[in-house]
């Protein structure tokens, strides 16, 4: 009996889809609540590896935090499965286009990546006056989008 061989490329894609698509919602809640100064320090959590910040004080804490640090670790999951996604098309696709693509998508997280530090220390400041006109969620937003649309593209 043949088992049907699994095209990874195409599964990371379409999971990195899904999870951007979650990250995008998180991040509007995020927006919507005013939770984004709910952990003031980056890219730590109240002192602690954002990845080994208590359970039980993430999932029981307040709506805020619950919203920021999910948000975060979502960011961080996206970044994980576009590596991934990269790795695969690198080592299975001959195509030129398709491993361009898949850079690009790297390239595009690492941007917005680089935008979440500084964006969480800028907002310490009054600045912007109405956050309806903030300017500093257009390029997290475009990127994260851009990077969507890489991924349905190689998949």
């Known amino acids: 009996m043949n088992l049907p061989t699994i095209h990874w490329p195409h599964v990371l894609a379409c999971l990195l889809v899904a999870v951007t698509a979650v990250l995008l919602c998180f991040g509007a809640l995020v927006t919507t609540y ?4 709910a952990v003031p320090d ?5 002192g602690h590896n954002m990845f080994l910040y208590p359970l039980q004080a993430w ?7 619950f919203l920021e640090h999910g948000h975060r670790l979502l960011g961080a999951l996206v970044g994980v499965i ?9 080592r299975r696709e001959t195509d030129a286009t398709l491993r ?8 595009l997280v690492v941007v917005q990546e680089c ?13 912007p006056p109405h956050k309806a006109f903030s300017p500093r969620w257009i390029p997290k937003a475009s990127a994260a989008c ?3 649309t890489v991924a349905t593209a190689t998949s």
């Open 115 to 127: 935008s979440a530090g500084p964006a969480c220390c800028w907002m310490t400041r009054p600045w």
């Open 82 to 90: 576009t590596l991934g996604m990269a790795a695969a098309v690198w």
């Open 146 to 148: 851009a990077s969507c």
């Open 100 to 107: 361009a693509l898949a850079i690009a998508a790297v390239m």
């Open 34 to 37: 005013d939770a984004a100064m």
């Open 59 to 65: 999932l029981w804490g307040p709506w805020d935090l």
């Open 42 to 46: 980056w890219p730590g959590t109240f």
